[in-house]
Structure formats: structure tokens, C-alpha cells
């Protein structure tokens, strides 16, 4: 049985107080998306956790049916270089990492995360999930698994917008699954 208010208070140790829950089936998973990976991101097919090393698009709206709830996790961000973008990205998926452990262990088997920002954990990245150095810990992000990230944290009322300048306020997000 989902325990909110315990892990809430997980989140919140690991210093993520921005938060909404949402439902598993209300993450708009669209094609567009994937389509947006392959004609477009420098990572398509050099990221073990970016397309093509992902499941289809039909793979990836069945996976997220199977959740009754979600954690849309809100991160700001104001940098001013932006070199610093990837370290800040790195420390912030690391700790979202540390606390997805902490939700599984404490029984939330099904519990996966999204990072906010491409995998940077190896720093090189051997671009296939078999070759992993660091399996455990290495996660996509949603729109590798073709999340329309604008519509769905809209949804929850979150702001999003495509920034212009590298001094803007950045809207980052992660996702949480449990059960």
C-alpha cells in the first residue's frame, strides 16, 4: 500500500520539497517525442539510456500504465556559465538516484526514476545499456521514453517554457514511479 506522507518525507531528506503526485496513465507518452530524439539531439544513439537503446513508444505507454502513481520532481535552476549546466544536472540526477534507493528499500519495488537531464554519471558514456559501467544507477529521461514533458507537468500546473538564453531560470524535471 502507497504511504504518501512517508514519502514525502523520504523526498524531502534528500532535499526535493517541489513536488506533485500524478497518476501513472495521466504521463503523456506521445510519438512526436521520440521523433524530436531522432531528428535533433546530439545524444540519438550515443547514450545507453537514450533511443535507440530504449523500448518503443508502445513499450514505453504500457510500461507507465502499469503505475497507479507518479512523482513529478521540480528542480530551478539559475546558472551563470553555461559549462555549468552538466555538473549541476550530474549532482541532481545523483541524488535523485540516491533517493529512488531509498524508496525501494523501503518497499517500493517498482520504483523507477527519471533523471532531469541526460545520464552523466560515467562522464563518457560507452553508449549501450550492456556496456554500463554504472547499470544500477543509470537512467533515462523522460523524453527518451517519449514523455511529452511541457503537457504533462502542465498538467500538474508546473511551469515550462523553451528557454532563449542561458540566463534564464531553468524548469527542470524528474519522475518518479511507484507503486
Known amino acids: 500500500m502507497l504511504i504518501k506522507n512517508q514519502l514525502e518525507d523520504i523526498f524531502v531528506k534528500h532535499g526535493f520539497s517541489d513536488f506533485k503526485w500524478i497518476k501513472g496513465k495521466e504521463i503523456i507518452v506521445e510519438n512526436w517525442v521520440r521523433f524530436k530524439c531522432l531528428f535533433g539531439c546530439p545524444n540519438y ?10 523500448p518503443s513508444v508502445e513499450e514505453c505507454k504500457a510500461f507507465f500504465a ?9 528542480v530551478k535552476g539559475e546558472l551563470k556559465h553555461p ?29 523507477f ?19 554500463c559501467k554504472n547499470l544500477k544507477i543509470a537512467r533515462p529521461v523522460p523524453e527518451s521514453l517519449a514523455v511529452d514533458v511541457f503537457g504533462t507537468v502542465r498538467k500538474v500546473g508546473y511551469p515550462i517554457e523553451v528557454l532563449k538564453d542561458y540566463d534564464q531560470t531553468m524548469n527542470r524535471y524528474g519522475i518518479l514511479l511507484v507503486q
Not at 502499469?66 to 521540480?74: L, T
Request: some cysteine; hydrophobic content about 35%; glycine content about 4%.
Open 66 to 74: 502499469e503505475y497507479e502513481d507518479a512523482v513529478i520532481f521540480h
Open 83 to 111: 559549462d555549468d549546466r552538466h555538473d549541476w544536472c550530474k549532482a541532481i540526477n545523483l541524488q535523485l538516484s540516491a533517493l529512488e534507493r531509498e524508496v525501494f528499500l523501503n518497499d517500493y519495488r517498482k520504483a
Open 45 to 54: 544513439g550515443k547514450k545507453g539510456t537514450c533511443p535507440p537503446n530504449v
Open 113 to 131: 526514476l527519471m533523471f532531469i537531464d541526460k545520464c552523466t554519471i560515467c562522464g563518457e558514456c560507452l553508449q549501450s545499456r550492456v556496456s
